[in-house]
């Protein structure tokens, strides 16, 4: 009942720039938080920045003044902007999204995963 497709991923050369997309669908009644983490071979999936039903944002400390994580409410997306971009951002990105959709009888919560958009940094 709910889908996350992300998108703008790509190659990009050190100091570059990249946004990233992510469109929530399906039987919304309202999101309520939208996150991007992202996943380097051989490591943890982290979170890297996250904005709240109140729009209060959290940023990783490695991507503070470089990405900037922003919403379109009545399209249900969200935007990750990254800019300066260096080697060490090289990883797999993945959108979180938080809210409630509804069904043919019930009102539910949800907490869904896109399927990730892979974004490398090189020379």
């Known amino acids: 009942q709910v889908q996350l497709v992300e998108s703008g991923g790509g190659l990009v050369q050190p100091g570059g720039s990249l946004r990233l997309s992510c469109k929530v669908s399906?039987?919304?009644?309202?999101?309520?938080?939208m996150g991007w983490y992202r996943q380097a071979p051989g490591t943890e999936r982290e979170l890297v920045a996250a904005?709240?039903?109140?729009?209060?944002?959290t940023y990783a400390d490695s991507v503070k003044g470089r990405f900037t994580i922003s919403r379109d409410r009545p399209e249900k997306v969200a935007y990750l902007q990254m800019t300066n971009l260096k080697p060490e951002d090289t990883a797999v990105y993945y959108c979180?999204?938080?809210?409630?959709?509804?069904?043919?009888?019930?009102?539910?919560?949800?907490?869904?995963w896109g399927q990730g958009t892979q974004v490398t940094v090189s020379s």
């Open positions: 979180r999204s938080e809210g409630i959709y509804s069904t043919l009888s019930r009102t539910r919560d949800y907490d869904y």
């Open positions: 399906g039987s919304i009644l309202r999101v309520d938080g």
């Open positions: 904005i709240g039903d109140d729009d209060e944002i």
